[in-house]
């Protein structure tokens, strides 16, 4: 996600970091070059004279814009809603670190130092796994390799070979809690709220998969590509009477609203990728580590992550 301060003036007229212009530039290059041919012929073609108005442009284009607007409001909504689950992932694993802490039963306040022998500490490292394990998944990237570290030996190997890596750290999570019932380290009572958090863990991580795996209809998409390019590539024959040497700026100027309002939803579509504009999975992930290792007093909490040129992945 880009992160850079808002320029003023021509420094945002002319920023390139962070916009949509190096994605389209090679169909826009194209359309421009279109636009100076028809200009320099004056629309002929050979020895036709290629001959349209305004008017279909007109009655086309209006349409055009709205169905972009639309397709890219319902992106933006998919945009959306993906950070608003992973600003819940953040707040209920906060919660599960103060509820661990303050609701199971022990004689002294848990420590990192204790280690993973302690359930309440090794809930918390799960915790952080479970935010690793997730944007992995929904990045269909490998594990990461820093989580061998939060879970014991057996229970990492466990979870090489699960499907569903998530799913499996949440299930873990449900007998760590059964066993302090059965212990008798937490109220029966206490236990319900406990669950609740976790199961608002998961159903935010389903919630994630659904964006993931339902993506905008490819018909719709492509119906609203074509048409764009379409409009753009002819657009140079109906302007080149009435505005003349000024077809290609002019061309120049819709192909690039079209083109990159076009790319722009393609874009942000797919929130869980690796694009400037998608969400930076990688810095949540690291404030839930920075939050939960800090609850547990550990001396080894990271720093946040900061942007690279001007992104945040």
């Known amino acids: 996600?880009?992160?850079?301060?808002?320029?003023?003036?021509?420094?945002?007229?002319?920023?390139?970091r962070g916009s949509v212009l190096p994605r389209i530039l090679p169909a826009l290059l194209v359309n421009i070059g279109i636009a100076t041919l028809v200009t320099w012929s004056h629309g002929d073609l050979f020895a036709l004279k290629i001959t349209l108005s305004t008017i279909p442009f007109t009655l086309i284009g209006l349409p055009l814009s709205i169905f972009l607007g639309f397709r890219n409001n319902a992106a933006y909504d998919r945009f959306w809603e993906g950070r608003k689950l992973w600003g819940e992932l953040v707040l209920r694993s906060r919660n599960l670190a103060r509820q661990c802490l303050?609701?199971?039963?022990?004689?002294?306040?848990?420590?990192?130092?204790?280690?993973?022998?302690?359930?309440?500490?090794?809930?918390?490292?799960?915790?952080?796994?479970?935010?690793?394990?997730?944007?992995?998944?929904?990045?269909?990237?490998?594990?990461h390799a820093g989580m061998q570290a939060l879970l014991l030996p057996a229970e990492w190997a466990q979870m090489q070979q699960a499907l569903h890596k998530p799913d499996f750290l949440m299930l873990a999570m449900g007998m760590d809690l059964r066993l302090c019932l059965q212990q008798g380290r937490i109220d029966p009572c206490l236990v319900v709220a406990i669950d609740s958090t976790l199961s608002a863990l998961t159903g935010a991580a389903a919630a994630c998969e659904r964006i993931r795996n339902t993506p905008v209809p490819f018909s719709y998409t492509l119906l609203l590509h074509r048409t764009a390019y379409l409009y753009c590539f002819l657009l140079p024959f109906g302007l080149?009477?009435?505005?003349?040497?000024?077809?290609p700026f002019v061309v120049a100027i819709v192909a690039y609203t079209f083109f990159g309002l076009d790319a722009l939803g393609?874009?942000?579509?797919?929130?869980?990728?690796?694009?400037?504009?998608?969400?930076?999975?990688?810095?949540?992930?690291?404030?839930?580590?920075?939050?939960?290792?800090?609850?547990?007093?550990?001396p080894y909490v990271p720093a946040p992550l900061a942007p690279v040129h001007d992104c945040l992945t």
């Open 266 to 298: 393609d874009e942000i579509e797919e929130p869980f990728g690796l694009e400037p504009n998608d969400l930076p999975l990688d810095a949540i992930c690291r404030a839930i580590e920075i939050d939960l290792r800090s609850a547990l007093r550990d």
């Open 102 to 143: 303050s609701l199971i039963d022990h004689p002294a306040p848990a420590q990192a130092a204790d280690g993973l022998t302690d359930v309440r500490v090794r809930m918390i490292y799960r915790a952080i796994a479970f935010s690793h394990a997730l944007r992995d998944l929904l990045r269909s990237q490998p594990s």
């Open 240 to 247: 080149v009477d009435s505005i003349g040497f000024m077809t």
């Open 1 to 16: 996600m880009m992160v850079r301060e808002r320029p003023s003036g021509l420094k945002l007229f002319l920023a390139l």
